[in-house]
């Protein structure tokens, strides 16, 4: 029911725009719209979509099993192609130069745009399913508490098994292992085990380097539960840190404490990600926080709304955002501490149930 | 070195098109030609390429130190943007309006061109750095043989620990477990493990299903090592399988070797494709192959030359493709069987050791 309630609310949009057709093709629109299943690097599959009538989501032979298996909502015929054939190929050729076609003009690439433009008169749809997807509904909210609770179970397991002088490599083996152990579907992105001056680099991938020392190890991961994404972040120290990392360590936590005991429905982006660069700043190592304080997390671990200093919208009930401030000191060691949160009325419901005190092993 | 030479490569197309610029955001292209550290997910490096003089990479701050510890090849520069502020943008800012700058337009998307396309004249470049991509040097080829050494360690681990009644989950958090700890720096896509009917779904991720009773699990997956992928497949059965599966795992088996037999510089995609998918087809299954034989893998893990139908050009030496034919009979089982090889100009050189026999666990 849910899809068919979304499809709907899609044909509105498309039909104040004054189209009479849309082709969806990034995958998680697709599966956001029909529920078929999408599978990182397939992405084939096409939603032609109609204004009035039938809705025909077009597969290759390749995803025509798993799709017919997984059933659609009322309304949404299957089509397959023939073995060989593109399913967007397919549906261009439907056209005859005249139609107003919405295409989603922040995924289609401009050769694919170019191969289309003689066919119908197309016209931008811009985030407009990206924005639907913002405001999760419950079963959404309840796939990504699952998924959350797994990542916090596997964390917990892992933490009993780190020692100073294990690698990178070790560290990121037995995490992976518990998280699909505990149903994983996937992973919502390339596990980050980052250690020592390692941990200076947002977006580390595991090495064979081996913490020890007092240095800071950075594990930043997630997993998928029907399609939905977890993330969080925590910093751990393998052996007693020095002086200045405990102090880096502190501010961090203050920094996120402090936006998470504001965050709540009505506060924009951007005055959240203030709250927590204040308490950074004060405590001197505003220049070394270097991205925005979080991000939408749903079927992409990357999503709307940012809360960043470039959003001024207020965060919406039912929005699920990351709240993870970092400070990196080049050539040193770097800190971040990453809850996922959902947006309420009057507060948050933090979905990450691990501590956060600062953690020695 | 080999950067260097790249970079001059590619100057060379830019010259012959006539044009004075080219921007180039693909993570795995600006990889190919500076080196600089590509994460999923990031992706927000520009390098700004002049047909004469300096080249420069523009970066966030968030990838400048993980981009600087690197090191970037002579006659590149590297710029940081302020926080807040786009790479993208800050190149675009330079333009005024007459300049003839080359896009990739196989992968920007149409949004991002019509915020562009004010600001100077822009050119298709196509696949013009993907081509280059597909003749690896004996470096590239030594990480991806790495990779694929660590994915056949792993494997041999786990066929040792899987057992009838294990779980798809249990048996992913196994073969991942030994892809880490040896030394997979990220897993080139998804973990495939499907089993049972779920095997039909050529991209099944795992699940909480137990595979028992002669049922066929299907393992497909990949790590990287130096930013290249591996990738193979192996049909394992949980139990003694039924005849027809067995039929079909030895149908699969005689269609990979007779394409690895002829595989060499010269042959086509198409013919490739064609040897296998004719034993298939004098088995009796031919109208359940649903995809084609192969593809090429180095940065990405889908790339060219595809050893499918549709491409008729002959293989080159230095290609490493995958050699994978498939049969998915709905509602029953699925078998296919991958290897990883060079194409050299006298045959193949099969990097995958795993063994091939039919295996019952």
Redesign the interface.
Known sequence: MRHELRLEAFREEIRKNGLEYAIVTKPENVFYLTGA?F????GGKVLFFRAEGEVELVV???????TA?KGIPKGVAIEMVA??ESPLEAVIKRFRGCEKVG?E???????I??RMKGSAHLA?I?GCIERMREVKDDLEIGLIRKAQEIADTAFQKTLAELKEGMSE??A???L????????????A???IVASG?RA?????????RRARGGEAVVFDFGV?VGGYCSDMTRTVFFGTPKVEAIDVYCAVLRAQESALAVAKAGISGRDLDRTARAEIESAGYGERF??GLGHGVGLA??EGPIA???NEKGLMQGNVITVEPGV?I?GAFGVRIEDLVVIRENGIENLTASPKGLTVV
């Open positions: 299943p599978a990182m690097g397939s290759s032979p390749l995803d025509y099993e798993e298996a073995f060989g295409i003009d922040g995924f289609l690439t401009v050769s745009y170019e931008p811009g490599f070790e990121a083996s037995v992976e292992y518990y998280l699909r152990r505990g149903g994983a579907e996937g992973f992105f390339e596990t001056q200076v680099f947002p977006h580390g991938m595991p090495s064979a998928r270097v991205h671990v990357h960043g200093p470039k990196y080049p």
